[in-house]
């Protein structure tokens, strides 16, 4: 847990072991550490994140990047990015920070008919999108089991779970996938008001809601804001709220603007070493390696796009 | 997730069904909400906090209360109290705050034999203490598995693990577990460097370091510090540190200055209602309940204690 803790450094006679294991590396790959895969991977193993359905919420610490997921809720992707597009977020704020559970925004008066934003186009109540079928979903799956879930894995980048039985499939709440809040009501979550998980994954939430992203960048901004004193974390006094500069959609940001990401495609030879490497951590801090790796535990890489 | 969301309301219809099943509770018990349970508890359902194995490191901000575990690492335990009744790290400072993983304090010039603080009669090594025999341990066990161990529950208020084949018990890293940082060398962690985990729990640490305790109150003043900006998350300038005004055993703070804290007991039938309340969400919000739970994911209560 020192700075020396999780160097990768090879001692001279592993290094020469490896060269001598490289032959039959085939039958039996000689491990790696999760850096040596990364850096092994190829561009292919990479794909952009798309302008389309990738948001920018701007604050004044800096910039959250978040990938929605179509596939798994087109309908509140589809409205969020009609919010985006309005410009609806700009100006609400961060109104709940619970310690280890959510960040949460939206527009405070959200409850007040009379001075509440106005949707725009968006609508106002959406069809629950909790989980999808799975058939036609690609899905890598992981081999060590999970509590809440009969199977999990990743789907197109986002931690995923699915149940032969029913058909289903939906994503997981991971730390940094975002949700859109509702109420009671199934229908009553339209992607105004949305959160991030900001702590240990809670999983109790799948299938309860619809989980319609993940942030890819800036999750430090969100996690790192301080915890609101009232019922639920919100913040008691409207001046502790984090204001929203903007909130857009990376198509609509000129192009000199925009944050260029691109994310580890899973369902790659890369990924798959990668989880490996994490199943079995290599390095020379690692006495006991697991053996084992839980869903919200498989790190999904992104990395700056090479400029072109 | 909204205000509404988490209510505990019972509508009157729900009321009149629970008061006409009274009689038979026994043999089926109504289920209840995690508040109703902590309601419903009894003064004997609680222990305080020993003086003698609790830590209060105090920030600017505020207090962090440690209850140690010298079940699980009585050494390092030891050790710890011997630091904290030297005030050896009154003035140091939080290093390092990492995005989902954890933040850790010690003493900046630890790398330096010429400038760290001197550690009186504490030990500068300690043999690992990263898992202990299972026998003799209280032990409440979980019924959903873990990805991570065999079996996996609760140890006197502390997450645990326990391996049937090899006979160890081990302390699982959760939210807000405590551990002894190290170097390679599995003797060098004495419990002058600590960490608290702030994200996902990485339970790949289990069985690799001494976990030596649980932040009981005070985890926001940790978990909402600006994350590092350096490798691992440490701070690159000294300025950005977090300082350490005084850590001490309660023990030794005069009683009107303890933060006395009472933990529910994990060996009792209402912490068995609350693992239940908690595998199935009862309130009118969740639609489909998990009907499992992760070991990470459960709450262990810690209340103030009543004033005698």
Not at 32 to 47: F, G, I
Request: glycine residues 8%.
């Amino acid at each position: 847990m020192r700075a020396t803790a999780w160097s990768t450094a090879l001692s001279a006679a592993m290094l020469v072991a490896l060269a001598a294991s490289a032959p039959s590396a085939a039958e039996a790959p000689r491990p790696r550490t999760m850096q040596e895969v990364l850096d092994a991977s190829k561009p292919s193993d990479w794909r952009p994140l798309d302008p389309a359905h990738t948001l920018y919420m701007d604050l004044a610490a800096g910039r959250v990047v978040i990938e929605l997921a179509p596939a798994f809720a087109p309908l509140h992707a589809a409205n969020i990015e009609t919010l985006a597009r309005a410009h609806y977020w700009d100006g609400l704020a961060i109104l709940r920070v619970q310690d280890d559970f959510v960040a949460q925004w939206g527009d405070p008066e959200a409850e007040h008919a009379d001075k509440r934003r106005p949707l725009g186009e968006a609508r106002a109540t959406l069809p629950p999108e909790f989980t999808r079928t799975a058939a036609g979903l690609p899905f890598t799956r992981l081999p060590d089991g999970d509590v809440y879930a009969p199977e999990v894995g990743f789907s197109d980048g986002f931690p995923a779970a699915r149940d032969p039985r029913s058909g289903e499939a939906w994503l997981a709440h991971c730390y940094s996938m975002v949700g859109a809040g509702r109420d009671n009501d199934v229908q009553s979550g339209p992607g105004t008001e949305l959160y991030a998980v900001i702590g240990q994954a809670p999983r109790q939430l799948d299938r309860n809601i619809a989980v319609v992203g993940r942030v890819v960048q800036g999750m430090e901004l969100l996690a790192a804001l301080p915890r609101g004193g009232g019922a639920l974390g919100f913040y008691e006094q409207p001046r502790q709220r984090v204001p929203i500069l903007r909130v857009r959609l990376a198509a609509d940001v000129p192009a000199p603007q925009r944050t260029n990401l691109e994310v580890l495609r899973t369902d790659t030879a890369t990924f798959a070493a990668l989880v490996e490497s994490r199943r079995n951590r290599r390095d020379d801090w690692y006495k006991v390696p697991a053996g084992r790796i839980g869903l919200c535990n498989v790190p999904i890489p992104v990395r700056a796009a090479p400029s072109r």
